[in-house]
């Protein structure tokens, strides 16, 4: 089982950027395919990028072009830069990790970030 959180959250000016990070422990996280969503208010968590455990990624439409996922394994962490943010976008963000193949998938507690001048 491994354990996520998330950190990097904050006020961002719109049009601004941002990085989040999420730390795991409890299992290497190069075992598992991993991810970024977001709690669109009154809707489900929409995803915004995965990245497998061979390194290729994926991003929702609302994400291409202004999103990298990345993963660090050596230090067992995944980083989500994402650029030109407006304020509908300001949100709780989530990392995620599961193993494909498996019900094994884990979330991590969130990291609210508010977009606003």
């Known amino acids: 089982q491994v354990q996520l959180v998330e950190s990097g959250g904050g006020l961002v000016q719109p049009g601004g950027s941002l990085k989040l990070s999420c730390a795991a422990s409890?299992?290497?996280?190069?075992?598992?395919?991993v991810g970024w969503s977001r709690r669109i208010p009154g809707k489900e968590r929409e995803l915004i990028a995965t990245?497998?455990?061979?390194?290729?990624?994926h991003y929702a439409q609302v994400a291409k072009g202004r999103a990298t996922i990345s993963r660090d394994n050596a230090k067992n962490m995944v980083f989500l830069q994402m650029n030109n943010l407006g304020p509908e976008e300001s949100d709780i963000y989530y990392c995620?990790?599961?193993?494909?193949?498996?019900?094994?998938?884990?979330w991590g507690q969130g990291t609210q970030v508010t977009v606003s001048s």
């Open positions: 990245l497998t455990t061979f390194h290729f990624e």
């Open positions: 409890g299992d290497s996280l190069d075992r598992y395919e």
């Open positions: 995620h990790a599961s193993i494909v193949g498996t019900t094994e998938c884990y």
